[in-house]
Nanobody, 118 residues
């Protein structure tokens, strides 16, 4: 069973930056996809950014040019650098890892709160 632990959330002013990190309990090399999702109050969980094997990095249109996802296979981490934050980026951010063997299996972290407010 893979465990994902997020860190780096917090309160930041509009225009500020935060870096989220997701640490996996084991190697991330074999995962089909690694990504970040977010869920704001009263809204559905949505994709923020994902690194999928054999595909270009995918970003939500609302964060393109401001957020950058990266992975470090040696450290088994997936990070999300968030710049030029806006109040509408306020949400709980979740790390996601997808394993595809016989079938698809998604693993989720517990989430970390990001609040953008003055």
């Amino acid at each position: 069973q893979v465990q994902l632990v997020e860190s780096g959330g917090g309160l930041v002013q509009p225009g500020g930056s935060l870096r989220l990190s997701c640490a996996a309990s084991g190697s991330i090399v074999g995962f089909y996809s690694l990504g970040w999702y977010r869920q704001a109050p009263g809204k559905q969980r949505e994709l923020v950014a994902a690194i999928t094997r054999g595909e270009p990095v995918d970003y939500a249109g609302s964060v393109k040019g401001r957020f950058t996802i990266s992975r470090d296979n040696a450290k088994n981490t997936v990070d999300l650098q968030m710049n030029s934050l806006k109040p509408e980026d306020t949400a709980v951010y979740y790390c996601n890892a997808v394993l595809v063997l016989v079938s698809r299996k998604d693993f989720w972290g517990q989430g970390t709160q990001v609040t953008v407010s003055s």
